[in-house]
């Protein structure tokens, strides 16, 4: 198959830092869509691909799954898209759309789905490459559309932050009388923080952080909770019908069971692994509560997601940097140093 070197960024193993290098794109197929890419977002699953940190990184990796883009060819059986719009790609670049979860839109939870990065590229016979790079050609039903009121830049973390959040406040069914608790103000939880108010939820952060209080109000939280302070979490006890945990590490889930109100769920979308400590099911037997996980969401939620950013006008608050400083920007988000996400002006990768 006929294929184009573009410019990319990414690692060749866990300890090196990420710098350039070259990688294939193949020519477009009949379904394909070529994407120039103009911003991409930095996602702490990012960091943790290229430091395996989950153990399965398969090498090179060249991260990115918050890609904005315009289109700049399309196949002769592409029908969605024309040269000249304004896209974007999530997480996802194919599933195998016959299985029951992709006949239902859930094609994240498809078994032979495609990850935007370190996925299988049947085309190449390669890993899949993701956004920290120039260009990007990806099969028509995987592209979505952005709305072209939105900012370029910082529409780009709707594709992880965004759906990730999005997707179990819809899953339960948030409105206007749900009372909604987000762990941990970073890239997700901000992106949760403003959805679940848009939803016309009553939304309340949990963080670690005293000196994120005020950012957090502004964001549409009713209120913080500082969940190192005893007082302050046993007053929470029993009021949450929804909590996102989305905090990267192994932590105490516990605590946060406790505040939780009868039927309510906890669900983690942060941290993949085992729990440490574990879960004490007094609690959820008590009050039938329910601790669950989510994963990233569908393309047709997360067309469903732009198009409410676009009518509600909801952008995420960024940080735009310059590719050569991404190194920097993983040493800040590890910090939690970065209000609220880095979003890469792809730009920059040309000089
Ligand atoms: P992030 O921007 O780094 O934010 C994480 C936040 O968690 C921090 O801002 C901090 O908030 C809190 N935190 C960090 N370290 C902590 C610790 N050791 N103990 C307690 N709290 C801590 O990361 P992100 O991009 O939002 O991603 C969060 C996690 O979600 C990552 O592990 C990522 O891989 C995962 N993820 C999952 C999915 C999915 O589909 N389920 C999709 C995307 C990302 P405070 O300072 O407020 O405490
Ligand atoms: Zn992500
Ligand atoms: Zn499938």
């Not at 020519?27 to 395996?52: E, K, Y």
């Not at 913080?224 to 192994?250: C, H, N």
Request: a neutral charge.
């Amino acid at each position: 198959m006929k294929t184009t070197s573009i410019k990319a960024y990414g690692t060749a193993s866990a300890e090196a830092d990420l710098k350039q290098f070259d990688i294939n794109r193949r020519a477009i197929t009949a379904n394909d869509v070529a994407i120039d890419i103009l911003f991409c977002g930095v996602c702490h699953s990012d960091l943790h691909f290229a430091r395996n940190d989950w153990g399965m990184t398969q090498y090179p990796v060249v991260p990115g799954h918050e890609i904005i883009g315009r289109v700049t060819q399309v196949g002769a059986g592409v029908s969605k898209y024309k040269k000249g719009d304004l896209v974007a790609v999530g997480c996802l670049v194919d599933s195998c759309r016959t299985c029951a979860n992709c006949k239902v839109d859930l094609e994240q939870y498809c078994p032979s789905w495609v990850g935007t990065y370190g996925g299988y590229d049947k085309h190449l016979d390669t890993n899949t490459h993701g956004g920290y790079s120039e260009t990007i050609v990806v099969d028509e039903a995987f592209v979505l559309r952005v709305p072209e009121n939105l900012d370029q830049a910082g529409v780009a973390p709707v594709l992880c932050a965004g759906i990730t959040t999005w997707s179990p406040l819809k899953h339960w069914n948030v409105g206007k009388n749900s009372k909604v608790a987000v762990v941990g103000l970073g890239g997700l939880g901000h992106m949760a923080i403003k959805l679940a108010h848009a939803l016309g939820a009553h939304v309340t952060l949990f963080s670690r952080s005293a000196n994120k209080i005020e950012d957090a109000k502004a964001l549409g939280a009713h209120e913080v909770i500082i969940s190192t302070d005893q007082a302050q979490m046993e007053k929470a006890m029993g009021r949450f019908d929804l909590i996102l945990d989305t905090v990267p590490y192994a932590h105490d889930l516990n605590p946060y069971v406790g505040t939780l109100n009868t039927n309510g769920t906890l669900c983690v979308v942060g941290y993949l692994g085992p729990l440490d400590p574990m879960l004490v099911t007094v609690p959820m037997i008590m009050g039938r509560k329910s601790v669950a996980g989510s994963l990233i969401g569908g393309i047709a939620e997360t067309q469903e997601l732009l198009d409410f950013c676009g009518k509600h006008n909801i952008n995420s608050d960024i940080e735009v940097i310059k590719i050569q400083d991404i190194n920097k920007a993983y040493e800040r988000m590890l910090k939690s140093d970065v209000k609220y996400r880095f979003v890469i002006d792809m730009k920059s990768i040309k000089s």
